[in-house]
């Protein structure tokens, strides 16, 4: 089994903001494999579901950002699943809007959900996918822009993206993670 998190924060406030890019994958992959993600344990909300063959459990962490690691610890532990049965799916400020990037282990890039799941299992060999929000205008502070919404103009690329980040869980878990990084970590 795969636990899937999909890292934002809770409330009205975030929905469909920049920093909130994990929970829009995590939908857009409930949506496409009919997982209804509605069980409230462990700070967070979750459904259960397969993608092709692999049993998987999408995982929205309902506390902060920066504290997503008390319910990925607490998920890792009732499933009796290790880091390496853990994907993270978080936003990334270094890259482009529209990329996807697998990453298979490492530090938290500055990435403060990252930093406290790591903190909290006490490991970081876990798989992330890493969403492109791109960079914030020249001038604005960059936990500014990423508590912002898309604006229409990227709008047709959020779209895409998300579609993109669905179909990749597929193919990892089909066709393997190398297949699935030489197919969406091109350059869009």
């Known amino acids: 089994m795969k636990l899937i998190v999909g890292l934002g924060n809770p409330g009205a406030r ?9 929970f829009l994958v995590a939908d857009r992959l409930a949506a496409a494999h009919h997982i209804l993600i509605s069980t409230k344990r462990f700070k967070a909300i979750l459904g259960k579901g397969w993608i092709d063959t692999q049993e998987i459990v999408l995982i929205k962490p309902m506390t902060f950002m920066n504290l997503s690691g008390e319910a990925v610890k607490k998920a890792l532990h009732f499933f009796h699943s290790g880091p390496e049965d853990l994907i993270v799916i978080h936003d ?5 809007l529209g990329r996807l990037r697998f990453k298979v282990r490492g530090g938290d890039g500055g990435h403060l959900g990252v930093r406290s799941i790591i903190e909290s299992i006490g490991a970081s ?9 791109g960079r914030p205008p020249k ?24 579609d993109q980040a669905a179909e990749a869980f597929k ?18």
């Open 92 to 96: 990334d400020l270094d890259l482009s």
């Open 14 to 22: 975030y929905e469909g903001s920049r920093h909130n890019i994990g």
């Open 171 to 188: 193919v990892i878990f089909v066709d393997g993670l190398q297949t699935g990084m030489n197919r969406f970590q091109k350059k869009s």
């Open 125 to 133: 060999n876990f798989l992330r996918l890493k969403v492109g929000i």
């Open 139 to 162: 001038g604005m502070d960059p936990a500014e822009y990423v508590l912002n919404g898309f604006d229409l103009l990227e709008q047709t690329s959020l779209e895409r993206t998300l």
